[in-house]
């Protein structure tokens, strides 16, 4: 999945009279945390992005006008541009008129400057001859040739293949494009057709990446059509041209509407960004950002730009620049793994040392299609059918106590006794061979089941736990499991299926959340829940108040949340009473299975309409249990919780977030939450002051590694750095 985080503004670009500039700036480049902004006219100014601030600004003289846009050269920490075509400038950060910086005047006009980590830049010329700028500079006025003289250069490229660097551009002539894949040192060049069949509108925008030798080059039509065109680096002695063919991606809009000014960005192997505006026949345009997932062909987020764009997006890191009315947007995104699970909002993230669910039944199918094997039918024999699910089967040496099918064992779960079956269902998983082994234990599962809903006074617990401990199995293998776990009340189970089943509907999982809230603490503390998980941050005497402990503060966190104007207090307090957020507001046994809940992957669409189901009281225990496990995070350094099983900061967030959506009206109405909600306003307040200072500390030490300390200070020496 794909999705947008937070935005803010870098910058304000306005053209003459104040206006918006029509066309955007004519190039963003990168240099680390900082970017280089060229506008249209004479100004180039470097940002620190992260603190949204100009670093430098230098223009060329009122007459003369930028045409390439300014590049960091990475050997020597210079900047390169080029105006009025020819002349170029090359300057350093500490320079302050651009009159007084190295100029030279070239007998050709540049196109383009590419900057190469590890290398020299190159200079892309207009008639389609790259020159390192190093080569260029020994004899500015050198012959240029010409490699084409009625193309036109719509975009280029570089790369570093082999620690060679390697450009590749396309040029238009009439109807017709070419790609070139220009190699330096040594320079060798081949020219590609584009096959332009399929497609009569016009290219807008290209984007490329390099793998395996082949660059991969994405085209946007006005249409909303994106291509895929694989350039290879090499082509064969041959002098004859290769056409090379574009398949289509995707179509991300309407038929009937046209993008104007649009532009795409590469986020990763299957994620883009698309910017621009969309007119439709009704005269109604809309302008927007937009993600999507090439490999399941689906929108992911969409941003509005209501104050209009210049369709320009760049992308740097996991930031995107974009152009919002006179605004230079930096967008931040997060692009997760792209797979069915996560396009499904099923993905689930397990460390490695707990066991992990692969196991997802999509149903057992014949020869003919037909659905098959129901619980109290036998499994087909090994072989029968090659579209049987397989799945990973046990490891290590198992004795073999009685060779049982699984037919004989559902015969056997219809009629006999729990302890014939529990001895019956021991014999049969230290099987050396079972057949289809996951499949197999869904079935037994079902049968059990089964019989739990024909005879109520049947229920085969430790049976139950013991497969489900079998790792593989999903909620799809199973379905009725967790419904007759709920209907028994058998937390320990529910909380085993939570840890091990990446697909539990989110109906399922809310309906889990209600048993464990409902439940209380001391008829939890009766049944065999594993509290090891939370033994080490929960108090398993949680009605005992600590007094007059000191306390020392730990990743900026106070007992006593920081007012506005107390950033001088002290680090280290005495608390004379623990207060009501420290102590937690559920027994050892009820957290740890809401943590299981909390651990659970779910959608967010879905879980919400689930969740307003919770009673009043749920939703204020809930939240203080909420609470309470992000004022624990935030005293440790690291922000997680200690051992296995337990969620993430940014788990407690997220559910945080929605309980509060889900019951904005509840908490705000009653009298009891009134008290909670400050408390966690004050201490995100806190928190968010305590960020703003490692801010700052982590630009104090940005500034001390730039100093350059002599190599050899002596046997003892006393520096003093001084930040200014």
Known sequence: MAAFCEEFTLCLLAGPGGSALPQGPLGLE?????????????TVTLYKVSDQKPLGCWSVKQGQTITCPAVCNFETGEFVLVHDDKVLQ???????????????????????????????????????TIKSLDVLLAAPQQEIENVFSNEVIRWSEAFTEVEKPVVVFITEQDVNCFIYV??????????????????????????????????????????????????????????????????????IQQSGTIFKRASIAILDKDHIAVTGCLDSPDRKVNECISLWNMKFQTLQDSKELPLGSTGQCWCYGDRLFVMHGKELKVILYNCETSSLAAALGKIKSTSTSETTSLSVNWNILQEDGQLCVQPDQPLPAKGASKRLLRSGRT??????????????????????????????????????????????VGIIISALINRCEAEPAFYPADCLVQLTQMQGLSYSICPGLMTVALEKTDVCLLQLCLQQFPDIPEAVTCACLRTFLSISDDSLEEMNVNIDCVASYIDPTPNRKKQNQSEVIQNGFSSELLEENSCDTQLTQTSHAV??????????????????????????TFLLPHLKELSAEQVILFLQYLQ???????????TDL???????????????????????????????????????????????????????????????????????????????????
């Open 30 to 42: 990168p240099d680390g945390d900082r970017v280089l902004l060229t506008d249209r006219n004479r």
């Open 628 to 638: 309470f496990l992000y004022i624990k995070c935030s005293e440790q350094t690291t």
């Open 395 to 440: 490891t290590g040496a198992k004795t073999q106590l009685e060779s049982l099918t699984v037919e004989q064992l559902l015969l056997i779960i219809k009629n006999s006794s729990l302890d014939v079956i529990e001895e019956k269902l021991m014999n049969f998983l230290s099987s050396t061979q079972i057949p289809d082994f996951h499949v197999s």
């Open 90 to 128: 090359v300057w350093k950060e500490d320079d302050t008129n651009l009159e007084k910086a190295f100029k030279a005047t070239f007998s050709a006009d540049v196109y383009w400057i590419h900057s190469v980590p590890h290398a020299e830049p190159l200079v892309l010329f207009k008639n389609g």
């Open 642 to 724: 200690p051992g296995m099983f337990c969620p993430t900061i940014n788990q407690i967030m997220d559910w945080m977030c929605l309980l509060l959506d889900a019951h904005f009206t509840v908490v705000v109405m009653l009298p009891e939450a009134k008290g909670l909600l400050s408390s966690l306003h004050k201490f995100v307040r806190a928190q968010i002051r305590f960020y703003s200072e490692l801010n700052k500390i982590e630009g104090s030490l940005k500034e001390l590694q730039k100093i350059k300390n002599p190599k050899d200070v002596g046997l003892y020496s006393i520096e003093v750095l001084k930040l200014v």
């Open 182 to 251: 220009q190699h330096c040192n040594p320079y060798v060049l081949h020219k590609f057709k584009l096959d332009q069949a399929g497609d009569s509108s016009p290219p807008l925008s290209f984007a490329a990446y390099l793998k395996n030798k082949i660059v991969t080059v994405l085209c946007l039509y006005s249409n909303g059509c994106i291509y895929k065109i694989l350039v290879p680096l090499q082509q064969s002695d041959s002098e004859e041209q290769h056409i090379l063919p574009k398949s289509l991606l995707t179509r």
């Open 579 to 604: 207060e009501p957020s420290k102590l937690c507001p559920v027994g050892p046994q009820k957290a740890t299975l809401l943590n299981a809940i909390l651990r659970s992957a779910y959608s967010e």
